[in-house]
Protein backbone atom coordinates (compact mmCIF):
# COMPACT_ATOMS: atom_id res chain seq x y z
CA UNK A 1 0.00 0.00 0.00
CA UNK A 2 1.07 3.70 0.24
CA UNK A 3 1.47 5.59 3.13
CA UNK A 4 2.43 8.66 4.03
CA UNK A 5 5.80 8.66 6.01
CA UNK A 6 6.54 11.65 8.52
CA UNK A 7 10.39 11.00 8.49
CA UNK A 8 10.71 11.37 5.01
CA UNK A 9 7.41 13.62 4.25
CA UNK A 10 6.11 11.71 1.50
CA UNK A 11 3.84 8.95 -0.19
CA UNK A 12 5.96 5.93 0.06
CA UNK A 13 5.32 2.56 -1.21
CA UNK A 14 5.31 -0.14 1.26
CA UNK A 15 5.13 -3.79 0.69
CA UNK A 16 5.25 -7.05 2.95
CA UNK A 17 7.09 -9.73 0.83
CA UNK A 18 7.40 -11.69 4.51
CA UNK A 19 3.79 -11.33 5.03
CA UNK A 20 3.76 -10.03 8.02
CA UNK A 21 3.35 -6.32 8.86
CA UNK A 22 4.70 -5.54 12.28
CA UNK A 23 2.82 -2.47 14.03
CA UNK A 24 3.88 -0.84 16.79
CA UNK A 25 1.76 1.81 18.08
CA UNK A 26 2.49 4.07 21.33
CA UNK A 27 -0.02 3.44 23.74
CA UNK A 28 -1.97 5.19 27.07
CA UNK A 29 -0.32 5.92 30.60
CA UNK A 30 -3.30 4.39 32.31
CA UNK A 31 -4.51 6.73 34.84
CA UNK A 32 -7.74 8.04 33.40
CA UNK A 33 -10.41 7.38 31.74
CA UNK A 34 -10.66 6.75 28.12
CA UNK A 35 -11.57 10.29 25.84
CA UNK A 36 -11.66 10.57 22.46
CA UNK A 37 -7.64 11.03 21.88
CA UNK A 38 -7.55 7.65 23.23
CA UNK A 39 -10.16 6.36 20.86
CA UNK A 40 -9.00 7.91 17.90
CA UNK A 41 -5.58 6.46 17.63
CA UNK A 42 -6.78 2.86 18.35
CA UNK A 43 -9.80 3.42 15.84
CA UNK A 44 -7.28 4.20 13.23
CA UNK A 45 -4.59 1.33 13.83
CA UNK A 46 -7.41 -1.14 14.92
CA UNK A 47 -8.59 -0.21 11.18
CA UNK A 48 -5.13 -0.17 9.51
CA UNK A 49 -4.89 -4.03 11.29
CA UNK A 50 -7.92 -5.04 10.01
CA UNK A 51 -7.56 -3.73 6.34
CA UNK A 52 -4.37 -5.57 6.30
CA UNK A 53 -5.60 -8.73 7.73
CA UNK A 54 -8.51 -8.11 4.88
CA UNK A 55 -5.25 -8.46 2.30
CA UNK A 56 -3.88 -11.64 3.99
CA UNK A 57 -1.21 -10.13 5.96
CA UNK A 58 -0.51 -11.15 9.16
CA UNK A 59 -0.16 -8.13 11.57
CA UNK A 60 2.25 -8.44 14.79
CA UNK A 61 0.20 -5.50 16.60
CA UNK A 62 2.07 -4.45 19.83
CA UNK A 63 1.23 -1.52 22.27
CA UNK A 64 2.89 -0.02 25.18
CA UNK A 65 1.55 0.46 28.34
CA UNK A 66 3.43 3.14 30.76
CA UNK A 67 2.64 2.35 34.09
CA UNK A 68 5.80 4.24 35.35
CA UNK A 69 4.89 8.01 34.45
CA UNK A 70 4.66 11.21 36.86
CA UNK A 71 0.65 11.81 36.33
CA UNK A 72 0.07 8.22 37.03
CA UNK A 73 1.94 8.77 40.26
CA UNK A 74 0.42 11.97 40.74
CA UNK A 75 -2.89 10.45 40.25
CA UNK A 76 -2.04 7.47 43.04
CA UNK A 77 -0.65 9.81 45.55
CA UNK A 78 -4.10 12.06 45.33
CA UNK A 79 -6.45 9.05 45.62
CA UNK A 80 -4.56 7.48 48.02
CA UNK A 81 -3.69 4.19 46.03
CA UNK A 82 -1.04 2.20 44.99
CA UNK A 83 0.57 3.60 41.73
CA UNK A 84 0.44 -0.34 40.48
CA UNK A 85 -3.40 -0.91 41.72
CA UNK A 86 -4.44 2.29 39.38
CA UNK A 87 -2.41 1.61 36.78
CA UNK A 88 -3.49 -1.92 36.51
CA UNK A 89 -7.19 -0.89 36.76
CA UNK A 90 -7.01 1.81 34.86
CA UNK A 91 -5.42 -0.32 31.95
CA UNK A 92 -8.77 -3.00 32.31
CA UNK A 93 -10.83 -0.38 31.86
CA UNK A 94 -9.06 1.39 28.80
CA UNK A 95 -9.45 -2.02 27.61
CA UNK A 96 -12.77 -2.00 28.40
CA UNK A 97 -13.71 1.02 26.68
CA UNK A 98 -11.61 0.22 23.35
CA UNK A 99 -13.72 -3.22 23.37
CA UNK A 100 -16.87 -1.20 22.68
CA UNK A 101 -15.52 0.23 20.21
CA UNK A 102 -14.81 -3.20 18.69
CA UNK A 103 -11.02 -2.40 18.73
CA UNK A 104 -9.35 -5.63 18.95
CA UNK A 105 -6.18 -6.33 20.94
CA UNK A 106 -3.42 -5.93 20.20
CA UNK A 107 -0.97 -9.31 20.34
CA UNK A 108 0.83 -7.32 24.05
CA UNK A 109 0.23 -4.92 25.80
CA UNK A 110 3.51 -4.74 27.09
CA UNK A 111 3.90 -2.78 30.59
CA UNK A 112 6.98 -0.48 31.14
CA UNK A 113 7.88 -2.03 34.12
CA UNK A 114 8.05 -5.71 33.03
CA UNK A 115 10.74 -4.36 30.68
CA UNK A 116 13.33 -2.58 33.35
CA UNK A 117 16.32 -5.34 33.12
CA UNK A 118 15.35 -4.89 28.80
CA UNK A 119 15.69 -1.04 29.55
CA UNK A 120 18.98 -1.00 31.27
CA UNK A 121 20.68 -3.25 29.21
CA UNK A 122 20.04 -1.43 25.88
CA UNK A 123 21.21 2.08 28.34
CA UNK A 124 24.09 0.32 28.53
CA UNK A 125 25.04 -0.35 25.25
CA UNK A 126 24.30 3.36 24.48
CA UNK A 127 26.98 4.44 27.20
CA UNK A 128 29.69 1.74 25.62
CA UNK A 129 28.77 3.20 22.10
CA UNK A 130 29.52 7.13 23.50
CA UNK A 131 26.18 7.87 22.35
CA UNK A 132 25.14 8.52 26.60
CA UNK A 133 26.76 9.25 29.81
CA UNK A 134 25.95 8.87 33.04
CA UNK A 135 26.25 12.01 35.94
CA UNK A 136 25.16 11.67 39.88
CA UNK A 137 22.46 8.83 39.46
CA UNK A 138 21.14 9.41 36.18
CA UNK A 139 22.11 8.74 32.46
CA UNK A 140 21.48 10.99 29.66
CA UNK A 141 21.14 10.45 26.22
CA UNK A 142 23.56 13.11 24.31
CA UNK A 143 21.58 14.28 21.27
CA UNK A 144 25.02 15.84 19.35
CA UNK A 145 26.40 12.64 18.95
CA UNK A 146 23.35 11.30 16.66
CA UNK A 147 24.13 13.86 13.61
CA UNK A 148 20.62 12.88 12.36
CA UNK A 149 18.88 13.58 15.54
CA UNK A 150 15.65 14.91 15.32
CA UNK A 151 15.42 14.38 11.54
CA UNK A 152 11.63 13.30 11.63
CA UNK A 153 10.60 16.69 13.27
CA UNK A 154 11.97 18.73 10.08
CA UNK A 155 13.60 21.92 12.10
CA UNK A 156 16.75 23.24 13.14
CA UNK A 157 18.16 23.30 16.60
CA UNK A 158 15.71 26.08 18.20
CA UNK A 159 13.18 25.00 16.64
CA UNK A 160 13.96 21.46 18.28
CA UNK A 161 14.79 22.84 21.83
CA UNK A 162 11.41 24.80 21.90
CA UNK A 163 9.41 22.09 21.10
CA UNK A 164 10.97 19.74 23.32
CA UNK A 165 10.77 22.43 26.05
CA UNK A 166 7.48 22.89 25.39
CA UNK A 167 6.69 19.23 26.20
CA UNK A 168 8.53 19.20 29.45
CA UNK A 169 12.25 19.20 28.83
CA UNK A 170 14.48 21.08 31.23
CA UNK A 171 16.72 22.99 29.13
CA UNK A 172 18.55 24.18 32.53
CA UNK A 173 19.38 20.57 34.28
CA UNK A 174 23.13 21.18 35.23
CA UNK A 175 23.65 17.84 34.68
CA UNK A 176 23.37 17.75 30.98
CA UNK A 177 26.19 18.79 28.31
CA UNK A 178 23.87 20.02 25.92
CA UNK A 179 19.74 21.35 26.56
CA UNK A 180 18.81 19.09 23.94
CA UNK A 181 20.29 15.66 25.54
CA UNK A 182 17.01 13.50 26.99
CA UNK A 183 16.80 11.12 30.46
CA UNK A 184 17.52 7.80 30.11
CA UNK A 185 17.63 6.81 33.44
CA UNK A 186 16.58 9.40 36.50
CA UNK A 187 16.74 9.07 40.17
CA UNK A 188 13.51 8.83 41.77
CA UNK A 189 11.79 10.85 44.00
CA UNK A 190 11.81 9.72 47.62
CA UNK A 191 7.79 8.52 47.21
CA UNK A 192 7.88 7.41 43.89
CA UNK A 193 9.01 3.48 42.63
CA UNK A 194 12.71 3.02 42.26
CA UNK A 195 14.74 -0.31 40.55
CA UNK A 196 17.98 -0.88 41.56
CA UNK A 197 20.54 -0.21 38.52
CA UNK A 198 24.42 0.20 37.33
CA UNK A 199 23.93 4.16 38.01
CA UNK A 200 22.35 4.09 41.44
CA UNK A 201 18.20 3.28 41.93
CA UNK A 202 15.87 4.92 40.07
CA UNK A 203 13.70 4.69 37.32
CA UNK A 204 13.85 5.00 32.94
CA UNK A 205 12.92 8.09 31.21
CA UNK A 206 9.66 7.43 28.74
CA UNK A 207 11.69 7.17 25.36
CA UNK A 208 13.36 4.48 26.22
CA UNK A 209 10.55 2.43 27.29
CA UNK A 210 9.20 2.42 23.70
CA UNK A 211 12.27 1.55 21.56
CA UNK A 212 13.17 -1.00 24.07
CA UNK A 213 9.67 -2.94 23.70
CA UNK A 214 9.44 -2.54 19.63
CA UNK A 215 13.00 -4.11 19.39
CA UNK A 216 12.24 -6.85 22.13
CA UNK A 217 8.94 -7.69 20.70
CA UNK A 218 9.22 -6.77 16.83
CA UNK A 219 12.81 -7.03 16.23
CA UNK A 220 15.46 -4.51 14.83
CA UNK A 221 13.19 -3.29 12.40
CA UNK A 222 9.19 -2.15 12.96
CA UNK A 223 7.18 -1.86 9.51
CA UNK A 224 4.77 0.64 10.97
CA UNK A 225 5.05 2.80 14.34
CA UNK A 226 2.09 4.75 14.65
CA UNK A 227 0.79 7.37 17.50
CA UNK A 228 -0.38 10.36 17.68
CA UNK A 229 1.27 13.53 15.80
CA UNK A 230 2.14 15.18 19.54
CA UNK A 231 4.55 12.73 19.83
CA UNK A 232 6.48 13.02 17.01
CA UNK A 233 9.30 15.08 19.10
CA UNK A 234 10.56 14.58 21.36
CA UNK A 235 9.26 10.94 21.73
CA UNK A 236 10.04 9.66 18.32
CA UNK A 237 12.81 11.33 17.31
CA UNK A 238 14.36 9.63 20.85
CA UNK A 239 13.53 6.32 19.87
CA UNK A 240 14.74 6.55 16.76
CA UNK A 241 17.80 8.07 18.30
CA UNK A 242 18.01 5.14 21.00
CA UNK A 243 17.08 1.93 18.81
CA UNK A 244 19.43 2.47 15.57
CA UNK A 245 23.03 2.53 17.30
CA UNK A 246 21.49 0.06 20.34
CA UNK A 247 20.44 -2.34 17.29
CA UNK A 248 22.69 -1.65 14.36
CA UNK A 249 20.08 -1.81 12.07
CA UNK A 250 18.61 1.12 10.32
CA UNK A 251 16.36 2.89 10.11
CA UNK A 252 14.24 1.57 13.04
CA UNK A 253 10.91 1.87 11.05
CA UNK A 254 9.97 1.73 7.69
CA UNK A 255 7.39 4.12 7.74
CA UNK A 256 6.22 6.46 10.64
CA UNK A 257 2.43 7.36 10.96
CA UNK A 258 0.84 10.08 12.94
CA UNK A 259 -2.70 10.83 13.26
CA UNK A 260 -3.94 14.40 13.89
CA UNK A 261 -5.26 15.67 17.06
CA UNK A 262 -8.88 15.79 18.44
CA UNK A 263 -9.89 18.84 19.30
CA UNK A 264 -13.49 20.22 20.22
CA UNK A 265 -14.83 23.57 19.16
CA UNK A 266 -11.46 24.33 17.49
CA UNK A 267 -9.50 23.78 20.22
CA UNK A 268 -7.24 20.81 20.95
CA UNK A 269 -9.26 18.16 23.34
CA UNK A 270 -7.00 17.99 26.49
CA UNK A 271 -6.65 16.91 30.30
CA UNK A 272 -4.97 20.50 31.18
CA UNK A 273 -7.79 22.47 29.31
CA UNK A 274 -10.64 20.33 30.82
CA UNK A 275 -12.23 20.05 27.48
CA UNK A 276 -12.39 16.29 26.96
CA UNK A 277 -15.28 14.03 25.54
CA UNK A 278 -15.26 10.94 26.72
CA UNK A 279 -15.89 7.56 25.24
CA UNK A 280 -18.45 6.04 27.21
CA UNK A 281 -20.39 9.05 27.42
CA UNK A 282 -20.19 9.47 23.50
CA UNK A 283 -21.52 5.79 23.54
CA UNK A 284 -24.27 6.52 25.97
CA UNK A 285 -26.08 8.11 22.91
CA UNK A 286 -24.48 6.82 19.78
CA UNK A 287 -23.27 3.23 18.32
CA UNK A 288 -19.94 1.93 18.35
CA UNK A 289 -20.26 1.52 14.58
CA UNK A 290 -21.01 5.31 14.45
CA UNK A 291 -18.01 6.66 16.86
CA UNK A 292 -15.93 4.31 14.41
CA UNK A 293 -17.25 5.84 11.46
CA UNK A 294 -16.94 9.83 12.44
CA UNK A 295 -13.42 8.82 12.91
CA UNK A 296 -12.59 7.90 10.26
CA UNK A 297 -14.56 9.73 8.31
CA UNK A 298 -11.93 12.69 8.84
CA UNK A 299 -8.08 11.63 6.77
CA UNK A 300 -5.99 10.19 9.38
CA UNK A 301 -3.34 12.43 9.96
CA UNK A 302 -5.23 15.44 10.18
CA UNK A 303 -6.92 17.07 12.90
CA UNK A 304 -10.48 15.60 14.12
CA UNK A 305 -12.77 18.11 14.99
CA UNK A 306 -15.47 15.90 17.57
CA UNK A 307 -19.23 17.56 16.71
CA UNK A 308 -22.50 15.45 17.58
CA UNK A 309 -23.36 16.29 13.99
CA UNK A 310 -20.45 14.37 12.81
CA UNK A 311 -21.56 11.55 14.97
CA UNK A 312 -25.02 11.76 13.87
CA UNK A 313 -24.16 11.97 10.11
CA UNK A 314 -22.16 8.50 10.88
CA UNK A 315 -24.97 6.81 12.67
CA UNK A 316 -27.07 7.50 9.35
CA UNK A 317 -24.70 5.99 7.06
CA UNK A 318 -25.05 3.08 9.79
CA UNK A 319 -28.56 3.00 9.30
CA UNK A 320 -28.46 3.37 5.45
CA UNK A 321 -25.69 0.19 5.60
CA UNK A 322 -28.18 -1.86 7.65
CA UNK A 323 -31.33 -0.72 5.31
CA UNK A 324 -29.09 -2.57 2.61
CA UNK A 325 -28.88 -5.56 4.38
CA UNK A 326 -32.25 -5.79 5.66
CA UNK A 327 -34.05 -4.24 2.40
CA UNK A 328 -36.57 -7.18 1.22
CA UNK A 329 -35.40 -8.83 -2.26
CA UNK A 330 -36.96 -10.46 -5.13
CA UNK A 331 -34.46 -12.00 -7.11
CA UNK A 332 -35.87 -11.98 -10.54
CA UNK A 333 -33.60 -9.53 -12.23
CA UNK A 334 -30.32 -9.50 -13.19
CA UNK A 335 -27.44 -10.01 -10.02
CA UNK A 336 -25.99 -6.39 -8.94
CA UNK A 337 -22.73 -7.68 -7.98
CA UNK A 338 -21.24 -3.89 -6.53
CA UNK A 339 -17.97 -4.19 -8.62
CA UNK A 340 -17.50 -0.45 -9.20
CA UNK A 341 -17.85 0.83 -4.96
CA UNK A 342 -16.13 -2.46 -3.68
CA UNK A 343 -13.20 -1.54 -5.73
CA UNK A 344 -13.64 1.85 -5.06
CA UNK A 345 -13.12 1.59 -1.13
CA UNK A 346 -10.05 -0.99 -1.39
CA UNK A 347 -8.58 1.41 -3.72
CA UNK A 348 -9.21 4.47 -1.38
CA UNK A 349 -7.38 2.19 1.62
CA UNK A 350 -4.60 1.34 -0.83
CA UNK A 351 -3.73 4.89 -1.34
CA UNK A 352 -2.02 6.44 2.07
CA UNK A 353 -5.18 4.58 3.98
CA UNK A 354 -8.21 7.47 2.79
CA UNK A 355 -10.96 6.20 5.20
CA UNK A 356 -12.96 9.27 4.34
CA UNK A 357 -13.25 8.11 0.55
CA UNK A 358 -13.50 4.21 1.91
CA UNK A 359 -16.57 5.34 3.95
CA UNK A 360 -17.94 7.38 0.94
CA UNK A 361 -17.32 3.95 -1.58
CA UNK A 362 -19.21 1.86 1.54
CA UNK A 363 -22.47 4.38 1.44
CA UNK A 364 -22.31 4.45 -2.45
CA UNK A 365 -22.82 0.18 -2.16
CA UNK A 366 -25.03 0.34 0.74
CA UNK A 367 -27.40 2.54 -1.42
CA UNK A 368 -27.20 0.75 -4.51
CA UNK A 369 -27.82 -2.39 -3.09
CA UNK A 370 -31.14 -0.78 -1.59
CA UNK A 371 -31.74 0.03 -4.88
CA UNK A 372 -31.49 -2.65 -6.82
CA UNK A 373 -33.30 -4.96 -4.34
CA UNK A 374 -35.96 -2.63 -5.10
CA UNK A 375 -35.62 -2.86 -8.99
CA UNK A 376 -36.24 -6.70 -8.33
CA UNK A 377 -32.24 -7.46 -8.65
CA UNK A 378 -30.57 -9.91 -6.79
CA UNK A 379 -28.32 -8.84 -4.44
CA UNK A 380 -26.95 -11.68 -2.05
CA UNK A 381 -23.19 -11.29 -3.47
CA UNK A 382 -23.40 -7.17 -2.85
CA UNK A 383 -24.66 -7.97 0.16
CA UNK A 384 -21.41 -9.93 1.28
CA UNK A 385 -19.38 -7.28 0.14
CA UNK A 386 -20.85 -4.59 2.28
CA UNK A 387 -20.57 -6.92 5.11
CA UNK A 388 -17.05 -7.70 4.48
CA UNK A 389 -16.00 -4.23 3.86
CA UNK A 390 -18.22 -2.83 7.05
CA UNK A 391 -16.21 -5.22 8.81
CA UNK A 392 -12.99 -3.75 7.55
CA UNK A 393 -13.70 -0.17 9.12
CA UNK A 394 -14.62 -2.30 12.79
CA UNK A 395 -18.65 -1.36 12.40
CA UNK A 396 -19.08 -4.97 13.83
CA UNK A 397 -22.58 -4.31 14.76
CA UNK A 398 -24.28 -3.76 11.50
CA UNK A 399 -24.49 -7.22 10.72
ZN1 LIG B 1 5.95 5.57 22.63
Same mark, same amino acid.
Given at each position: ?????????????????? #????? !? *??? $? &??? /??????? +? =???????????????? #????? !? *??? $? &??? /??????? +? =???????????????????????????????????????????????????????????????????????????????????????????????????????????????????????????????????????????????????????????????????????????????????????????????????????????????????????????????????????????????????????????????????????????????????????????????????????????????????????????????????
Amino acid at each position: MRLYNTLSRRVEELSFPS #GEVKL !Y *VCG $V &TPY /DTSHLGH +A =RVAVVYDTLRRYLEFR #GLRVR !Y *VQN $V &TDI /DEPLFER +A =RRDGVDWRTLGAQQTQRYLESMARLHVAKAEFYVPATSVIPQMQAVIERLIAQGYAYAVNGAVYFQAAADKHFGAIAHTDYAGLLAMANEMGNNPHDPHKRDPLDFVLWQPSQPDEPAWPSPWGAGRPGWHIECSTMATEYLGPQVDIHGGGADLIFPHHACEIAQAEPATGVAPFVRCWMHTGLVALGGTKMSKSLGNMVFVDDVLAHYSPDALRLAILSYPYAEPFEYTVERVAQAEQHVQTMRAALLAPTDTTGKEFDGREPYAQFLQALEDDFDTPRAILALVALAQAITQAAAAGQGVAAARQALRDLSQVLGCDSIL
